[in-house]
Nanobody
């Protein structure tokens, strides 16, 4: 699946932003989807992931209670709603996909497909 992330930008601390990741191809509904972020010089880390049907989600500890991942399989799009943004959320955000069986441990996925990244900058 090919992925196109969008929605990044410059916001102030406390603001909200919604990222979108549009997918092409036939496997979106059979794919778990994830959002990652990366700061220059650091490893890419998982922000959130969602199962192919949308019933299961996981979040990184630093974003729990502030970020929400969701998906619309009809639109082949996954979203990341980010509320109460903090300067430490500044990063390039990437979406990722992995075709999976119906039940999968989202924390153990090795992701196959990646989008190009969208920059989120949060000013204090």
């Amino acid at each position: 699946v090919q992925l196109q992330a969008s929605g990044g930008g410059l916001v102030q601390a406390g603001d909200s932003l919604r990222l979108s990741c549009a997918a092409s191809g036939r496997t979106f509904s059979r794919s778990a989807m994830g959002w990652f972020r990366q700061v220059p010089g650091q490893e890419r880390v998982l922000v959130a992931a969602i199962s192919r049907g949308g019933s299961n989600t996981i979040y990184g500890d630093s974003v729990k209670g502030r970020f929400t991942i969701s998906r619309d399989n009809d639109k082949k799009t996954v979203y990341l709603q980010m509320n109460n943004l903090r300067p430490e959320d500044t990063a390039v955000y990437y979406c990722a996909a992995k075709q999976t069986i119906l039940t999968v441990d989202l924390s153990q996925i090795t992701w196959d497909d990646w989008g190009q990244g969208t920059l989120v900058t949060v000013s204090s």
